[in-house]
């Protein structure tokens, strides 16, 4: 199993430009989530989803856009870049079951500077 | 929502010390408290999680601890190493795992 990826691995866009975020997952996890993270802040939930067709706000949504069209895929939207969204992007992906662990498996992470 | 508070920002031990990070949170909800290690350039992995019927958990040199009525949860190291050196990160969720709410981070350094 690949696990979680994401692609590209960095970005560079001018302010203004959109473009998608690719994650993808092989293990048949329900459930999948976007996190930015940013020096001193940790990681900050944008968009989640509990399964395809189902997607819900994090913490940090506006200016991103997802869908879930797939169980295995769950693209991340920037629709105009702003240099507020210079960033490391973590997808994740995990099961729904209640009866085990909880684990949540993080893609290797996207580089994205605005200018 | 949930609010995750996250101390020390950084801790410096000798190797063969102990660390203790503590983390406290909002939501008297939250049931699911994971702690996550984040090696320079690396993704972040889960090291240990706890859930809230549960007080204390170990693993090998590294624990966990929960005290529900005070709403916070400490992750302990022991005989740190320097392969210990990260950042790590502690999280709360009152439901699913793919909606945690995480701490700032703890950068832990230990030196020779």
Redesign the interface.
Known sequence: NAGVTQTPKFQVLKTGQSMTLQCAQDMNHEYMSWYRQDPGMGLRLIHYSVGAGITDQGEVPNGYNVSRSTTEDFPLRLLSAAPSQTSVYFCASSTRTDFVSRTQYFGPGTRLLVL | ?ENVE?HP?TLSVQEGDSAVIKCTYSDSASN?F?WYKQELG?????II?IRSNVGEKKDQRIAVTLNKTAKHFSLHITETQPEDSAVY?CAA?PG??????????TRLQVTL
């Open positions: 929502g996250q920002s699911y994971p690396k993704r972040p992995q889960l999680d990160f969720t699913t795992a793919s909606k945690l709410t995480f701490g700032t981070g």
